[in-house]
């Protein structure tokens, strides 16, 4: 069980920025988030595509908006959950607990919510069959990569996550076998340069501009797949296992089931504090709804500043929490672990 004063749910840029404003009023923060890369819709939807509206950085990539708030929140220390999916949160006590799909417990005084458009699930795989077929033989992430050592894989995807688990897992495997739908790939041009070299020289096979349309097997196990092309030709690959990488696609998953004031796909919140229908529990970034909302960066980043001076004050309700300026405070100098000489 990790004890804390805020669970903040999700790292994307408005979760990370709630850490910095949370460190400068004294208060620790652990952050959750179900995909494994901090940086939410930045780094998932949008990594090399360049930011023109965050105040003071005239241009940046989502990336690099995402390394730059992680290395200003690094003097806070925050813990990093990532790949963990907050599944409960529950008002117990004076505070709340949490949590995540991986068994993670939290208690914490306060919770904030910075869930953007939903958690990240994997796009799932239609295809006939696929109800019949043993379960643990269709996977959307890799957890033990050893699993597949001699066997014969199927890797659907065109991204990068598709080439990185084909150049992976070719070496071990019996024999794998690249499915995608296009003849162009939305991975990096060296990963489709050493897979084709790979598909030249007999070490794997590829099917281009075709899609896995049945699974064949039976509820033990998969025995093969039915590759059809555009052409409407269909072949039959032998798989043991099919790997889906389709992308991610947000779902506001758990957090529906919270008892949360909740308007469509987004949670009601005062324009003061930020706080939920639930005393406590705060909204941040896309994720919340109040009249003049605006699904902005920068707005999520003042929504982080006044959540957390209102959760200071809810934490310490006999103490008047004043503003102090990072600039001259020796308070916020010290909490960001400056020395004087680099004050
Ligand atoms: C293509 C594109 C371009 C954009 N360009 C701009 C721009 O130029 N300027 C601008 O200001 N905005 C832009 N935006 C919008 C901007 O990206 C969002 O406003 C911003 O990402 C919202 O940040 P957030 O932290 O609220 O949520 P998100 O970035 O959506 O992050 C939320 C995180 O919460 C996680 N999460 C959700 N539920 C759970 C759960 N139960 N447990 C654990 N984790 C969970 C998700 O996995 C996700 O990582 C753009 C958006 C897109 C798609």
């Not at 990539?61 to 220390?77: H, M, R, S, V, Y």
């Not at 939903?118 to 269709?138: H, K, M, T, Y």
């Not at 503003?323 to 916020?332: A, E, G, K, L, R």
Request: charged share 25%; with cysteine.
């Amino acid at each position: 069980m990790i004890k804390t004063d805020v669970v903040i749910v999700g790292a994307g840029p408005c979760g990370l920025f709630q850490v910095f404003e949370l460190g400068l009023l004294g208060l620790k923060a652990e952050v959750v988030d179900s995909i494994r890369q901090p940086g939410g819709q930045c780094t998932e939807l949008y990594p090399d595509k360049p930011i023109y509206d965050i105040p003071g950085i005239p241009v940046c990539t989502g990336d690099e908006l995402t390394e730059n708030l992680l290395q200003q929140i690094k003097p806070f220390a925050a813990g990093m959950h990532l790949g963990d999916e907050v599944t409960v949160l529950r008002p117990d006590g004076d505070g709340f607990y949490l949590q995540t799909d991986s068994g993670t417990e939290f208690m914490a005084k306060a919770v904030v919510i910075a869930a953007g458009v939903g958690s990240f699930q994997p796009r799932a795989l239609r295809a006939s069959g696929i109800d019949c077929v043993a379960e643990n033989c269709v996977h959307y992430r890799v957890k033990e990569p050893q699993q597949f050592n001699g066997k014969n894989l199927v890797v659907l995807g065109g991204g990068d996550s598709a080439l990185d688990w084909v150049l992976e897992l070719a070496p071990i495997a019996r024999r794998i076998t690249l499915v995608h739908r296009r003849d162009e790939y939305r991975a990096v041009d060296a990963s489709v340069a050493a897979m084709r070299e790979m598909v030249a020289s007999g070490k794997m096979d590829l099917f281009e501009n075709a899609k896995v349309t049945e699974l064949r097997g039976d509820e033990n196990a998969l025995e093969s797949v039915i590759v059809t092309n555009k052409a409407g030709e269909t072949f039959e690959v032998v798989a043991d296992h099919v790997l889906v990488f389709f992308g991610l696609a947000p779902k506001l998953g758990p957090i529906a089931h919270w008892g949360l004031d909740i308007n469509r796909k987004t949670i009601n919140v005062d324009a003061e504090r930020f706080e939920t229908s639930i005393p406590g529990i705060y909204a941040i970034g896309d994720i919340n709804y109040y009249p003049g909302k605006k699904k902005l960066i920068l707005c999520g980043f003042h929504e982080a500043a006044l959540a957390a001076f209102a959760i200071k004050q809810r934490i310490e309700p006999d103490k008047k929490v004043h503003v102090q300026y990072t600039t001259t405070s020796p308070i916020m100098h010290d909490r960001l672990g400056l020395k004087d000489d680099e004050e």
